[in-house]
């Protein structure tokens, strides 16, 4: 996993072998890979499109995700695997900025700039995904490049 994690988008945040567990930063150009909020349809702008192309568009839109990772042998034929990520969403445009911030199978829900309904954003689960296929990928004994 350590040489697929530093190969990866994600970078090593910390490694703790003997525990099992290590955490992971990550984040992307393209924040929608990761995170969903929904539908924005903005009269004024002529905009009808995902809430994040939508601000991106107008201002900008910053993930910043960290995930914990634990691996741990139970037998020979048994390893546990827990994955959980923090996802911190930052969108802006002028005049305006807001913050979510969730884990892997919750949401955020807030205002935001005008906008008449909460905004929610939750978890594509793209990151999650990916680790467990490689873990998969692993355990297989498939290369994973």
Same mark, same amino acid.
């Given at each position: 996993m350590v040489d697929y994690a530093s190969?990866?988008? #994600?970078?090593?945040?910390?490694?703790?072998?003997?525990?099992?567990?290590?955490?992971?930063? #990550?984040?992307?150009?393209n924040p929608a890979e990761f995170v969903d909020c929904?539908?924005?349809?903005?009269?004024?702008?002529?905009?009808?499109? *995902?809430?994040?192309?939508?601000?991106?568009? #107008?201002?900008?839109?910053?993930?910043?995700?960290?995930?914990?990772? #634990?691996?741990? *042998?139970?037998? *020979?034929?048994?390893?546990?695997?827990?994955?959980?990520?923090r996802y911190v969403l930052t969108a802006q445009e002028v005049g305006a900025k807001q913050i979510w911030a969730f884990d892997t199978g919750g949401s955020d829900a807030k205002k935001f700039s005008g906008i008449p309904n909460n905004v929610v954003c939750r978890p594509t689960n793209v990151a999650e995904e990916t680790i467990l296929k490689a873990i998969d990928k692993i355990a297989k004994g498939i290369p994973l490049h």
């Amino acid at each position: 996993m350590v040489d697929y994690a530093s190969s990866s988008f #994600f970078a090593i945040d910390n490694f703790e072998k003997d525990s099992g567990l290590m955490t992971l930063d #990550f984040g992307s150009n393209n924040p929608a890979e990761f995170v969903d909020c929904g539908y924005l349809h903005a009269v004024a702008v002529r905009y009808d499109g *995902p809430f994040i192309e939508g601000i991106q568009s #107008f201002g900008s839109v910053v993930l910043d995700g960290r995930m914990n990772l #634990f691996v741990k *042998p139970i037998s *020979p034929n048994i390893t546990e695997v827990k994955v959980k990520a923090r996802y911190v969403l930052t969108a802006q445009e002028v005049g305006a900025k807001q913050i979510w911030a969730f884990d892997t199978g919750g949401s955020d829900a807030k205002k935001f700039s005008g906008i008449p309904n909460n905004v929610v954003c939750r978890p594509t689960n793209v990151a999650e995904e990916t680790i467990l296929k490689a873990i998969d990928k692993i355990a297989k004994g498939i290369p994973l490049h």
